[in-house]
T-cell receptor, first 109, second 111 residues
Framework: KNEVEQSPQNLTAQEGEFITINCSYS?????LHWLQQHPGGGIVSLFM???GKKKHGRLIATINIQEKHSSLHITASHPRDSAVYICAVKVFYTDKLIFGTGTRLQVFP | NAGVTQTPKFRVLKTGQSMTLLCAQDMNHEYMYWYRQDPGMGLRLIHY???????AKGEVPDGYNVSRLKKQNFLLGLESAAPSQTSVYFC??????????FGPGTRLTVL
């Protein structure tokens, strides 16, 4: 079993829909990252959080440490949001990130 | 600022050949990382460095070596390439343990 699991693996949506991507992990962590990988391959960090909630534009990330679960929400989705969204966790007392396999999102006009 | 750059962007090797991938960052970051990305798998850490002159093994270090002689550069070497090393390689850097900034990737094919 992977230490970081994302769901769903693939997601399609119509423009304007509210999107939720989930990440569950099985290890003790000091932080969780959400990353975006565009079709061209580039990877961009969206959020790093260790508790509560963060918001940036139409993106919202939440984390529940007790339940070992995080969600990434996209409000009013747009075709330019089409990308792979990756969850990664920083395990306690290490310098390393463990990555999920990603959720591929396609938003159609 | 260029951020994180990687050289080359693409490379095709024959089995047994050697090569070096160069990662450079201009953000004065202490931490640098090399990852590989394979279909159906998450990014996996090959080696990393927490400062100039230091390196450490990650999750999949076998077949690779690294060096961090200058703070801004992190080199990944393949001494004798194998088809299993066909992958997309990403370099990243961070200020201590903050968010990581990724390079554009290097697509390597080993025949």
């Amino acid at each position: 079993k992977n230490e970081v699991e994302q769901s769903p693996q693939n997601l399609t949506a119509q423009e304007g829909e509210f999107i939720t991507i989930n990440c569950s992990y099985s290890v003790g962590i000091s932080a969780l990252h959400w990353l975006q990988q565009h079709p061209g391959g580039g990877i961009v960090s969206l959020f790093m959080l260790s508790s509560g909630k963060k918001k940036h534009g139409r993106l919202i990330a939440t984390i529940n440490i007790q339940e070992k679960h995080s969600s990434l929400h996209i409000t009013a989705s747009h075709p330019r949001d089409s990308a792979v969204y990756i969850c990664a966790v920083k395990v306690f007392y290490t310098d390393k990130l463990i990555f999920g396999t990603g959720t591929r999102l396609q938003v159609f006009p | 600022n260029a951020g994180v750059t990687q050289t080359p962007k693409f490379r095709v090797l024959k089995t047994g050949q050697s090569m070096t991938l160069l990662c450079a960052q201009d953000m004065n970051h202490e931490y640098m990382y090399w990852y590989r990305q394979d279909p159906g798998m998450g990014l996996r850490l090959i080696h990393y460095s927490v400062g100039e002159g230091t390196t450490a093994k990650g999750e999949v270090p076998d077949g690779y070596n690294v060096s961090r002689l200058k703070k801004q550069n992190f080199l990944l070497g393949l001494e004798s390439a194998a088809p299993s090393q066909t992958s997309v390689y990403f370099c990243a850097s961070s200020y201590q343990e903050d968010e990581q900034f990724f390079g554009p990737g290097t697509r390597l094919t080993v025949l």
